[in-house]
């Protein structure tokens, strides 16, 4: 595939990403941030947002598994989570977290459990599109091409 | 102590800032360089952010821990200019942190968190922070931060500045040091203020030394042990700096720094306790202009000092002595809005007093605001001049001029709110009560700056309001004469007293029928006593 191809390829699926609320204004945000100096910065702070939400993923889920669930842990994974994602942009993760929190003020065991499912669902899709996005951004770089900057109404 | 070879001040207000660290002078080029020290656990945002300010020309150090941070700024005291931190962190509170900062290093603080609830970002306000901002952070908003860093050193440098001046003048005379923050409020000494007798008293010893620019002490927690240890012998409510200082007994350490951290102390006990012990704290700016004026409501001397337009002061002469009586509206100009306001602020007081003397008056507020007042309406207010003695100021509006009478029972609310404020838990209203009314209260560069952005406003009671905006830069009078105090506490205590209206607000009411301090207000207001 040649870089024009790919190059639109690419801009296609970002938009899409867009239009359905995976990523949001703030995953502009990094890309604008990365530049010459700093060239791998989008794919280093997603790395690390996986890293980091799979951590906390891991201890909502044992938090969870508590016979006596301590709710204020929970929350605060919850809370962390949010944040995390938020500030990558990874829209429909931080919503499904805002939910989470109302129910772990609610103390509902249940509904908290039947969230973390949601939020875990969310997580496994934004990843999976970000790694994609990137694989395809990196094989533009590869092939000599230049990543195209994503224009969007919003 | 620092010694002179900390930070030099020039002229902050303008970019020509000097900003000293370790030899490297950075000038013009500000706010470039701006060392900022960024605290959060979470890798993501840290990364993140660390890099939208290397973006935006900063000097960054980032941390992910509090503890860190802290020995950070501890060991390298004038290594940086602002600190920006998550409230929510694993070893230590965000807020505490912030205090920690406060009060050992007195460095500008900006909290940030997802979370936006307005409980917190008043605890954000009330610790102290100079900022708030709301996860996910946009660069944008970290253009901005270096602002904070400017207000912080124009404010103390104004403070170091401040000897026989203009404003000075106009203060009554030192009152005792003894007098506590508590008790001033009984005294009917609006300015009775801890910082102003703090000025005063550094403006004294002002007299005393040659220098200008008094080094900046440093309260480090063997430092800050002692001054509690000392506060706690003498009892926190006779404990004044110059008893504080000689149990100290710490060479260098002067009276003025020892009073402006027990007012930052004294602040930081009353946020624990959760009680506000007497807003006139807050009043601090709202007394200045009335000094003399407290008791008796003094147009003259308002107008003197330039507060009460000179309109407003003859037509309230003129209605407060039922002289227009035969008006049937009074030919109110309608004064600009802020004019209104700085009108206003004196006018805090009066309405309290208002409130207790004039319960079914209809009362008019004649300052300025046009109003349709009739001539019945007129003859209350002559009634309740009478009545009133001296105070002709209308305070709660007759139900016909409610929307008018809204801003200034606002502000009333304010001060008296104030005395509640942090008590109150619709104190986290306070950024937002103005929102719906579609004006950022702190929108008119207040010294605090306290920008929640978001506007959702909480707890407005009272529909009708919609001079908020009115409201807001009343809210911004006040403000301006934060100045002298110290960072951010004060101007980040008196926000939430007006957050405190929005339940005040809701006496609106009843204030047709009848205007009762017992709202809420007067109790924090013992002025009150003296009018009546």
Known sequence: ??????????????????????????????????????????????????????????????????????????????????GSSSSIGAQRVKNACIAFRSFCEEQNIDATLRCLQQVKQEYYLVKNKLETMLRLEQQIVAAGGSIPMIELGF | ????????????????????????????????????????????????????????????????????????????????????????????????????????????????????????????????????????????????????????????????????????????????????????????????????????????????????????????????????????????????????????????????????????????????????????????????????????????????????PAQSLATLQAAGLGRSTAKSGIPMPLVDQRNIFSFENPKLRFGEAQQHVNNNKQMNLLHGIPTTMEPKQLAGLHHTAQSMGNMNMPVLSHGSQSSQNNPLLMQMAQPQARGQMLNDSTVGLAPRLLSPMGQPMLSNGMATNVSTRNGVPENIRAPSYNPVSQTSSMLNFPMNHTSELPGNSFPLVSTPGISNLAPKVAFQEDVNSEIKGSVGFMPSYDIFNDLT
């Open chain 1, 1 to 82: 595939m040649e870089v024009g191809q790919m190059q639109r390829r690419l801009v296609d699926y970002t938009k899409s990403l867009f239009m359905e609320g995976f990523l949001d204004a703030q995953f502009l945000q990094l890309q604008q941030l990365q530049d010459e100096s700093n060239p791998d910065f989008v794919v280093e702070v997603v790395s690390l947002f996986f890293d980091d939400s799979e951590k906390l993923l891991n201890d909502l889920t044992m938090a969870l598994d508590q016979p006596n669930v301590d709710f204020k842990k929970v929350d605060a994974h919850v809370h962390q989570l949010k």
């Open chain 2, 1 to 308: 102590m620092n010694s002179s070879s900390g930070k030099s001040y020039m002229s902050t207000a303008s970019s020509s800032v000097i900003w000293k660290a370790g030899g490297d002078v950075v000038a013009d080029q500000f706010p470039a360089g701006l060392r900022v020290l960024v605290v959060d656990d979470d890798p993501t945002c840290l990364m993140i952010l660390e890099k939208m300010l290397k973006a935006c020309q900063y000097n960054v150090t980032k941390c992910n821990r509090a503890e860190t941070a802290l020995s950070m700024l501890r060991e390298n005291r004038n290594g940086f200019d602002i600190v920006i931190s998550d409230v929510h962190m694993p070893d230590m509170d965000g807020f505490k942190l912030l205090e920690h900062i406060g009060l050992e290093m007195d460095l500008p603080v900006i909290m940030m968190s997802a979370d936006d609830g307005k409980n917190v970002v008043m605890k954000g306000v009330t610790h102290g922070a100079c900022d708030y901002l709301i996860k996910p952070v946009r660069i944008e908003a970290l253009k901005n931060i270096w602002q904070h860093v400017v207000r912080k050193r124009k404010n103390e440098w104004k403070d170091f500045e401040q000897s026989g001046s203009v404003e000075e003048g106009d203060r009554q005379p030192k009152q005792s040091e003894d007098a506590d923050y508590s008790s001033s409020a009984n005294e009917g000494n609006w300015k009775s203020s801890k910082r102003r007798k703090d000025d005063e008293d550094e403006n004294d010893e002002r007299d005393d030394t040659s220098t200008l620019k008094k080094p900046r002490v440093v309260w480090s927690v063997e430092l800050h042990q002692q001054f509690v240890a000392a506060v706690n012998q003498l009892g926190i409510e006779k404990a004044v700096p110059k008893k504080i200082l000689e149990l100290m007994n710490v060479p260098g350490l002067t009276r003025e720094n020892v009073a402006s951290h027990l007012q930052k102390y004294r602040l930081y006990l009353r946020r624990l306790s959760g009680v506000s012990q007497h807003p006139s704290n807050l009043n601090n700016s709202f007394m200045n202009p009335q000094d003399a004026t407290f008791g008796p409501l003094d147009l003259q001397a308002l107008a003197a000092t330039g507060q009460l």
